[in-house]
């Protein structure tokens, strides 16, 4: 049995596999016979758990994790773009803040 999913502009498949609940940047959590399994959008996994509620606990932690460093990833950039105006990758640095900041 094979699974193909829509999330927004990502499309998951899986085999065997019914996705529980997809949180946003791609953080997943699938739900096997069995088990609830916490997995990225590249498919790292990050555990298998009896429950939902645990589950979401991890995706909620990620999720947390992933916005703070991508806050900092945001100030960084910007103070590169104040101390080089004149980059040669100017526009690359500011559009990859805006790609951060929709994240958030």
Not at 76 to 87: F, H, W
Request: net charge neutral.
């Amino acid at each position: 049995m094979k699974y193909t999913f829509k999330l927004d502009s990502l499309s998951a498949q899986a085999k065997g596999l019914a996705i529980v609940m997809p949180l946003k940047y791609q953080i997943l959590v699938f739900k096997n016979p069995e088990k609830f399994l916490v997995q990225f959008k590249d498919r790292v996994n990050f555990g298998l758990f009896n429950e939902l509620e645990s589950a979401q606990q991890l995706a909620d932690i990620l999720l947390t994790i992933q916005n703070i460093l991508n806050k900092k990833a945001i100030e960084y950039m910007k103070r590169y773009l104040m101390l080089e105006p004149d980059a040669s990758d100017t526009r690359a640095s500011q559009d990859k803040i805006y790609e951060w900041e929709v994240m958030l």
